[in-house]
């Protein structure tokens, strides 16, 4: 079963940017699609955004489409997010995933099965 860290998370300004990073261990990274899901205090866990196994298609919650940007280096094992134009509602601890599919068809938790600790994003108004 494949090992995820995140990194990346803080404090940031409305408006600013983050860039999230996950590093992958003790699998095959690059067979599966991969997502990040945030949770915010006293919400459920989330979807935010998705990519398939080689990176060909990504997916978006519509919160986040169009500011966050998901992408993948398989050579690397590693998964981004980059955010941008950041609002307060997106404060969340952000977890990186991993699903056990090379695509996405169901864009909610049920689809990932590794999980990384998580990384805290909060955004002040």
């Known amino acids: 079963q494949v090992q995820l860290v995140e990194s990346g998370g803080g404090l940031v300004q409305a408006g600013g940017s983050l860039r999230l990073s996950c590093a992958a261990s003790g699998g095959t990274f690059s067979n599966y699609a991969m997502g990040w899901l945030r949770q915010a205090p006293g919400k459920e866990r989330e979807f935010v955004a998705g990519?398939?196994?080689?990176?060909?298609?990504?997916y978006y919650a519509d919160s986040v489409k169009g500011r966050f940007t998901i992408s993948r280096d398989n050579a690397k094992n590693s998964l981004y997010l980059q955010m941008n134009s950041l609002k307060p509602e997106d404060t969340a601890v952000y977890y990186c995933a991993a699903a056990s599919t090379r695509f996405l068809s169901d864009y909610t938790t049920r689809s990932f099965g590794s999980w990384g600790q998580g990384t805290q994003v909060t955004v002040s108004s």
């Open positions: 990519i398939s196994w080689r990176g060909g298609y990504t």
